[in-house]
């Protein structure tokens, strides 16, 4: 079954040709998510005229809905898919943007913070799903997959990971499928938890960013809630993106240990080579931000920038979920994984929680 | 197993990364929402 399950193939190919193919994905994004943004406007109007009584739906929510049903009922035509599948390049551009509208001081702080709770996260997940692995009896290589998809940042992490422990594709595609199923269902089930806990945006959002494994589930999920909670999500996140390079090199030395990866050379060049460059570019854009670089007008471009380059990745969120493919991957590492992120959410549930006492958020 | 999951590992790369790329063109926005060519964005 070929649906729009990820990223497609990227091929060396004419730069000029490649980005032609790319457009009519793109403008697909576009549609979809500006029909969301459409459909948050007028539908709550048309049923208040009507009577009726109609939740609020953000322009999040309808942009991702739409997708799924375009994904899950005629499914994305091929000449659409190479575009859909830059919704990750937007994410990471709008997180860039998104930049602006944070102080550097709060994002140390907050940072800071994050770093904290992701460092507790990442060591008990990655003990958790290797225990559930052995529980299991999943094939070790996908059970280290899972590990560093549920603990540091999904897809990129898991596809990073591959490389360094040299995993098979088909190990790495039970993880992927695995991670993106969970992710999908974490945007209808977090925002319900969140609400029925009476979370505010501040601690919503850090869970979201810390619970959420890929990026654009992550901001997602954050943004289902409100804005703020979209921002904090997003913040918290990208510190755990942040550490990507640290989990792969370990797991780099463990397979290499054991004679079944090649050995790292240069530690800091391969460190560099994981380190996702868009959360420097995050920090670069916060600092001239602090600095008075921009005018406030100016903050306000950019946020609305980065806010259009999220609604073109929530757009690719639902395009690219096909849950009948995902259905597909196997029971084993998608019980794994599920039982792994229920564990993994409640325990940074806790934790959040418990920070929110601490820090008086 | 989906053609397209086994296709999200991605082929060696030559040049910039896709993040990279995303890097650069949120800079050369960011350039010319400060150098006034865009003045106001709507949302």
Redesign the interface.
């Known amino acids: 079954?070929?649906?729009?399950?990820?990223?497609?193939?990227?091929?060396?190919v004419n730069p000029a040709l490649r980005f032609l193919t790319i457009v009519p994905g793109v403008l697909l994004l576009a549609a979809v998510g500006y029909a969301g943004k459409v459909l948050e406007a007028n539908v709550g109007k048309y049923a208040k005229a009507h009577h009726w009584t109609f939740p609020n739906i953000e322009y999040v929510l309808w942009a991702i809905l739409l997708g799924l049903v375009i994904s899950n009922t005629v499914g994305v035509p091929e000449i659409f898919?190479a575009g859909v599948a830059t919704y990750?390049?937007?994410?990471?551009?709008?997180i860039?943007?998104l930049g602006?509208r944070f102080l550097l001081g709060d994002v140390l702080k907050l940072g800071g913070t994050s770093l904290a709770l992701v460092g507790i996260e990442i060591t008990l997940a990655i003990a958790f799903m290797t225990f559930l692995g052995r529980v299991f009896g999943l094939r070790p290589k996908l059970t280290s997959l899972l590990a560093v998809g549920s603990a540091v940042c999904g897809?990129s992490a898991i596809?990073a990971t591959?490389g360094a422990i040299d995993a098979d594709?088909?190990d790495?595609?039970f993880a992927?499928?695995a991670i993106l199923a969970l992710g999908a269902l974490s945007l209808f089930t977090f925002p319900l938890i969140g609400h029925a806990l009476h979370l505010n945006d501040h601690a919503y959002g850090v869970w979201s960013g810390l619970a959420v494994d890929n990026t654009a589930e992550a901001a997602a999920a954050g943004a289902l809630y409100s804005d703020a909670a979209g921002k904090l999500a997003v913040l918290t996140k990208t510190t755990r993106n942040a550490l990507i390079g640290f989990v792969v090199l370990a797991y780099a030395f463990y397979w290499a240990s054991r004679g079944q990866a090649q050995a790292v050379g240069n530690k800091a060049k391969f460190l560099w080579q994981k380190f996702?460059?868009?959360v420097?570019?995050f920090l670069?854009?916060s600092t001239?931000a602090t600095a008075a670089?921009?005018s406030k007008?100016?903050i306000?471009?950019?946020a609305?920038?980065s806010?259009?380059a999220f609604l073109l990745t929530f757009a690719g969120v639902g395009l690219r979920t096909n849950f009948k493919?995902l259905s597909?991957?196997g029971l084993k590492p998608f019980a794994v994984g599920a039982i792994g992120e229920v564990v993994i959410a409640a325990f940074t549930l806790g934790l959040v929680l418990a920070a929110q006492r601490v820090f008086g958020w | 197993?989906?053609?397209?999951?086994?296709?999200?590992?991605?082929?060696k790369?030559?040049g910039f990364?896709?993040?990279?790329?995303?890097?650069l063109?949120?800079?050369v926005?960011?350039a010319l929402?400060?150098a006034g060519v865009?003045?106001?964005?709507?949302?």
């Open positions: 079954m070929a649906s729009s399950i990820a990223i497609a193939e990227v091929r060396p898919r990750e390049f937007w994410l990471k551009a709008g860039v943007l602006a897809v596809i591959q594709e088909e790495s595609s992927i499928a996702p460059k868009f420097l570019g670069i854009i001239l670089f921009f007008e100016q306000g471009a950019l609305n920038l806010r259009w493919a597909k991957q | 197993m989906s053609e397209q999951v086994q296709a999200a590992v991605p082929a790369q030559r990364s896709m993040d990279a790329w995303a890097v063109l949120a800079f926005l960011a929402v400060r865009f003045k106001h964005i709507p949302w």
